[in-house]
């Protein structure tokens, strides 16, 4: 197990291995059968590796945001999932079933515990979730509350991959034409960086 890491983990010539990661950027190279729990704020990259399974990071310790903060790690910007192959096969990675925890996996430290749920577990590039997408979007000045928003979207919806960035030009103008969007919410779009939230809803009454 690694926290949080500023650079890069790059992990090679590995068999059978569980680990846990949270780091920038992610890289293997001729790796077979591992399982791998991650946090990476970039695509993880994998080559000349087969069977390598990954979930997503959720074991919140005690001092993870401040290891995150000092390591200038945003807790909304997970591409755990995206995963770039370099040598493209069948068999070469898939994904961790649902419910497959850290703690499930892993023989945690003697007195580790869990702190607050800084991390969120997001359902990522597994088979397409079910229902119809929402985007939901946290301007800069409510993202305090963030982690509570991402909570109870999760109780009520899938979460399917958070980002925290600016929102290109065409996006925002894109949304503003799509939406009835106040002035405000238009100059923090601009401002940015903004949090989005991908979601999977289960019919038009789950959020009711």
């Known amino acids: 197990m690694l926290g949080p890491v500023e650079s890069s983990v790059f992990i090679r ?38 069977r390598v399974e990954f979930g997503c990071y959720d074991f919140n310790y005690q001092s993870l945001g401040m290891h995150m903060r000092n390591t200038k790690l945003s807790p909304y910007k997970n591409f755990w999932s995206y995963i770039y192959d370099f040598t493209p096969g069948p068999q070469n990675f898939g994904y961790l079933a649902e419910g497959a925890t850290t703690a499930a996996l892993v023989d945690l430290p003697a007195g580790a515990a869990e702190g607050e749920a800084l991390t969120h577990v997001t359902y990522g590039e597994r088979e397409p979730a079910f229902g119809d997408s929402l985007l939901v979007l946290v301007t800069p000045e409510k993202l305090s509350g963030a982690g509570d928003v991402i909570q109870s979207l999760a109780r009520a919806t899938t979460v399917i991959h958070t980002n925290h960035a600016k929102l290109p030009a065409d ?23 903004i949090l989005g939230i991908e979601c999977a809803v289960d019919g038009p009454d789950a959020l009711a």
Not at 19 to 42: M, P, Y
């Open 171 to 193: 996006l925002q103008a894109t949304l503003a034409a799509a939406a009835d969007l106040g002035p405000d919410v238009l100059a923090a779009l601009a401002a940015g960086p």
């Open 13 to 50: 010539t590995s068999k059978d291995c569980t680990c846990s990661f949270v780091c920038r950027q992610f890289r293997s190279r001729d790796i077979e059968r591992c399982r791998v729990k991650l946090f990476c704020a970039t695509r993880p990259i994998i080559e000349s590796s087969s």
